[in-house]
């Protein structure tokens, strides 16, 4: 058997990347407009334009401690790069998220009643093992168990994308000589477009000496894995696959609540300029976002197997599952060979709850154009509800120093996630074009590109501020 077979074996542990609302650079920017509303939708009422539209934006964040990619980086050929699974026992991750943005519009009535409005596209996938050990050298699934004694094999994957409409509304709850208190809702609609899932527990193997060599006997297993059922509507030909594809999926519905605090300078105010009305010297926000979750019906290929036939053994492994498994459906029929039990799921519907999270947000003007941002952002806990999958956001505390005027801005963002991993990312404002990246290292390393990301969005802005003034104090200072 060639080398290949036991990395079909990993790949299996480790599905491929798939395809978040993470410009993180702008998180209590006022200029952030349309693309801070996913953050908090509180935040758009304070913005001093009197609309803005984000004709396009993308993101797409990656995180994982499995596979290294080498000799590449975003200035370098993709085609000269190469990927390896690294070596080591310990716990595997391997968590990506991705978002477009489409006509996300803004419009303020009045200064103190807002909306906002758009379509995304946008998805997660998340995938955690428990520790097992992997060497390179390795070439059947007898060297693989070689390398893990007493392993306990577990994994957990899931994967959801969704198309969605939004809208939001904000207003001002109070508003004094100290304090200012706006308050919002985005409510989402759409489809589930794209989902799977894939889990394993207890897998476990025991070993006995015959005729000298080692043979491994695979014990126990509970194997369940299945993917939307809209694949199955994408037969090789025709014409109409794609919207087969968008026509038979299910529904998914989300719901954002936020609050924003703004305190004011404290100064003598001049009641008959306006001037001042967007000036703070704090922003706190709190927000609760993705709170809901996407349908799917399982496709027609979905499976759980669960336990072992009796004497399976690892030369067996490697006859059942070889080079001639070019489909799921084939890959099935090897499994019921050797599996205790099989049922088909396809046609039962899943859910999957969105990556529910609550995040708080600290912004401090400091001087002239200067800022400076900390959030914190927390995974909500779904541990009752046992029956649904999940998903996760990998943000958990962002600190961004920022210099910003109207037109021009540097953005240099502090972040540690929930996979421990320290980045500093980068980002650049020019007038309606924002271009940013999550880890520097995807520019100037070479072998850092899987642990990273960025983004880029060209924002359209009325010349006009709602208060009919521009605001001095969030202009580039005048230089004498």
Same mark, same amino acid.
């Given at each position: 058997?060639?080398?290949?077979?036991?990395?079909?074996?990993?790949?299996?542990?480790?599905?491929?990347?798939?395809?978040?609302?993470?410009?993180?650079?702008?998180?209590?920017?006022?200029?952030?407009?349309?693309?801070?509303?996913?953050?908090?939708?509180?935040?758009?009422?304070?913005?001093?334009?009197?609309?803005?539209?984000?004709?396009? #934006?993308?993101?797409?964040?990656?995180?994982?401690?499995? !596979?290294?990619?080498?000799?590449?980086?975003?200035?370098?050929?993709?085609?000269?790069?190469?990927?390896?699974?690294?070596?080591?026992?310990?716990?595997?991750?391997?968590?990506?998220?991705?978002?477009?943005?489409?006509?996300?519009?803004?419009?303020?009535?009045?200064?103190?009643?807002?909306?906002?409005?758009?379509?995304?596209?946008?998805?997660?996938?998340?995938?955690?093992?428990?520790?097992?050990?992997?060497?390179?050298?390795?070439?059947?699934?007898?060297?693989?168990?070689?390398?893990?004694?007493?392993?306990?094999?577990?994994?957990?994957?899931?994967?959801?994308?969704?198309? &969605?409409?939004? =809208?939001?509304?904000?207003?001002?709850?109070?508003?004094?000589?100290?304090?200012?208190?706006?308050?919002g809702i985005t409510v989402k609609?759409?489809?589930?477009?794209?989902?799977?899932?894939?889990?394993?527990?207890?897998?476990?193997?025991?070993?006995?000496?015959?005729?000298?060599?080692?043979?491994?006997?695979?014990?126990?297993?509970?194997?369940?894995?299945?993917?939307?059922?809209?694949?199955?509507?994408?037969?090789?030909?025709?014409?109409?696959?794609?919207?087969?594809?968008?026509?038979?999926?299910?529904?998914?519905?989300?719901?954002? #609540?936020?609050? &924003?605090?703004?305190?004011?300078?404290?100064?003598?105010?001049?009641?008959?300029?306006?001037?001042?009305?967007?000036?703070?010297?704090?922003?706190?926000?709190?927000?609760?976002?993705?709170?809901?979750?996407?349908?799917?019906?399982?496709? +027609?290929?979905?499976?759980?197997?669960?336990?072992?036939?009796?004497?399976?053994?690892?030369?067996?492994?490697?006859?059942?599952?070889?080079?001639?498994?070019?489909?799921?459906?084939?890959?099935?029929?090897?499994?019921?060979?050797?599996?205790?039990?099989?049922?088909?799921?396809g046609g039962n519907h899943f859910?999957?709850?969105?990556?529910?999270?609550?995040?708080?947000?600290?912004?401090?003007?400091?001087?002239?154009? =200067?800022?400076?941002?900390? &959030?914190?952002?927390?995974?909500?806990?779904?541990?009752?509800?046992?029956?649904?999958?999940?998903?996760?956001?990998?943000?958990?505390? +962002?600190?961004?120093?920022?210099?910003?005027?109207?037109?021009?801005?540097?953005?240099?963002?502090?972040?540690?996630?929930?996979?421990?991993?320290?980045? !500093? #990312?980068?980002?650049?404002?020019?007038?309606?074009?924002?271009?940013?990246?999550?880890?520097w290292s995807n520019v100037f390393?070479?072998?850092?590109?899987?642990?990273?990301?960025?983004?880029?969005?060209?924002?359209?802005?009325?010349? &006009?501020?709602?208060?009919?003034?521009?605001?001095?104090?969030?202009?580039?200072? +005048?230089?004498?």
């Open positions: 058997m060639r080398s290949k077979t036991i990395n079909y074996f990993i790949c299996f542990l480790l599905p491929v990347f798939t395809m978040a609302q993470n410009y993180r650079a702008l998180h209590g920017s006022p200029y952030a407009g349309s693309l801070g509303v996913h953050n908090n939708p509180a935040s758009i009422l304070h913005a001093p334009y009197k609309w803005d539209l984000t004709l396009f #934006g993308a993101q797409f964040k990656t995180s994982t401690n499995a !596979i290294t990619v080498v000799d590449y980086s975003l200035l370098s050929n993709p085609a000269n790069s190469k990927y390896f699974f690294n070596n080591g026992a310990y716990k595997r991750f391997a968590d990506q998220m991705v978002n477009f943005n489409l006509l996300n519009a803004r419009i303020a009535i009045g200064k103190k009643k807002a909306i906002a409005f758009g379509v995304n596209i946008r998805g997660y996938n998340n995938l955690h093992t428990g520790s097992f050990n992997y060497i390179d050298t390795a070439r059947t699934f007898g060297d693989f168990f070689k390398q893990n004694p007493n392993t306990t094999f577990q994994m957990d994957q899931v994967h959801s994308a969704m198309a &969605e409409f939004y =809208f939001t509304y904000s207003q001002t709850v109070f508003d004094n000589s100290t304090a200012r208190l706006n308050a609609g759409g489809r589930g477009i794209s989902g799977n899932q894939l889990s394993l527990i207890n897998g476990s193997v025991s070993n006995t000496i015959v005729n000298n060599r080692p043979v491994y006997t695979v014990n126990n297993a509970l194997l369940q894995y299945g993917y939307s059922s809209n694949y199955d509507r994408i037969p090789k030909g025709g014409t109409n696959n794609l919207a087969n594809f968008f026509k038979y999926t299910e529904g998914a519905a989300t719901i954002d #609540g936020g609050v &924003e605090l703004i305190i004011k300078p404290q100064e003598v105010p001049d009641y008959y300029d306006d001037d001042n009305f967007y000036d703070y010297n704090w922003k706190l926000g709190l927000s609760i976002l993705d709170a809901g979750l996407a349908n799917f019906k399982y496709g +027609t290929e979905s499976r759980v197997a669960s336990g072992v036939k009796a004497g399976i053994t690892d030369i067996q492994l490697d006859n059942t599952f070889d080079s001639t498994i070019t489909s799921l459906k084939i890959f099935n029929d090897s499994l019921a060979s050797v599996a205790g039990s099989i049922s088909n799921i859910q999957v709850i969105n990556p529910m999270r609550v995040v708080l947000n600290a912004d401090r003007f400091i001087y002239g154009a =200067f800022f400076i941002n900390a &959030e914190l952002s927390v995974n909500i806990p779904t541990g009752f509800l046992k029956e649904y999958k999940r998903v996760n956001e990998i943000n958990l505390l +962002t600190i961004t120093p920022r210099w910003e005027t109207r037109k021009w801005g540097a953005f240099l963002p502090f972040s540690f996630n929930t996979n421990k991993q320290f980045w !500093i #990312g980068g980002a650049f404002k020019a007038g309606p074009l924002l271009i940013g990246v999550h880890n390393s070479k072998k850092k590109i899987q642990n990273g990301g960025g983004y880029i969005a060209l924002v359209l802005r009325a010349r &006009e501020d709602v208060a009919g003034k521009k605001d001095r104090r969030l202009n580039c200072p +005048t230089i004498f």
